[in-house]
């Protein structure tokens, strides 16, 4: 299985629960399977293209995925917090309108979001799950949220949280291939 973890992050938090993912899908076969952790600013189309999993990740801004304006508006709230490179750079909102189409294969989304009622958070997860439908991808799962607190840091066992979260995805993919072959 190639999996491409596209994720988007202003303070850390979503990277962190990206390359937690990715642990969890870990690799059943060195050399057939891979995992690559990439910034939405950094993915290559043919990164996209060649992958058997797209999972997608964003920080919830304002309801919903971040935009330009919701970018700078984290900057000038980051005061004591550390800022991810290239933080205001273009994100999954951008790339998500670019994905070439999906033709059914496998992907999932996810976001991280402030611990409390979705209602009044939302959650970016739900519009990346949205766009990846759109585009021709079939969701492995529900969208996920990993929760912070106030002051945007993760709670504790989110990162185990999210490692679990990928080893369910990789069982779920291994799922759908072996129905796929066993119909064929």
């Not at 991810?84 to 994100?91: C, F, H, L, M, R």
């Not at 912070?148 to 990928?166: I, K, Y």
Request: glycine share 8%; aromatic share 4%.
């Amino acid at each position: 299985m190639r999996s491409v973890i596209v994720y988007e992050s202003m303070y850390g938090n979503t990277r962190h629960i990206a390359e937690e993912i990715a642990r969890g899908l870990g690799t059943a076969d060195a050399d057939t399977d891979t995992t690559v952790v990439v910034a939405a600013h950094d993915v290559t189309a043919e990164q996209v293209a060649a992958a058997d999993l797209l999972v997608m990740g964003a920080p919830t801004h304002v309801h919903g995925l971040p935009r330009p304006s919701t970018r700078t508006g984290a900057v000038e709230k980051a005061q004591d917090l550390v800022l991810e490179p290239d933080a205001t750079e273009a994100g999954v909102r951008e790339l998500t309108d670019t994905l070439p189409d999906g033709a059914g294969r496998a992907a999932a989304a996810f976001d991280t979001r402030v611990n409390i009622a979705p209602l009044l958070s939302g959650r970016a997860s739900k519009a990346i799950g949205r766009a990846l439908h759109h585009k021709g991808y079939r969701l492995l799962a529900d969208p996920e949220s990993f929760l912070v607190n106030p002051e945007t840091h993760l709670l504790d066992g989110e990162l185990d949280r999210a490692r679990a979260w990928g080893a369910t995805l990789a069982r779920s993919f291994t799922d759908r291939v072996a129905r796929s072959s066993a119909r064929s």
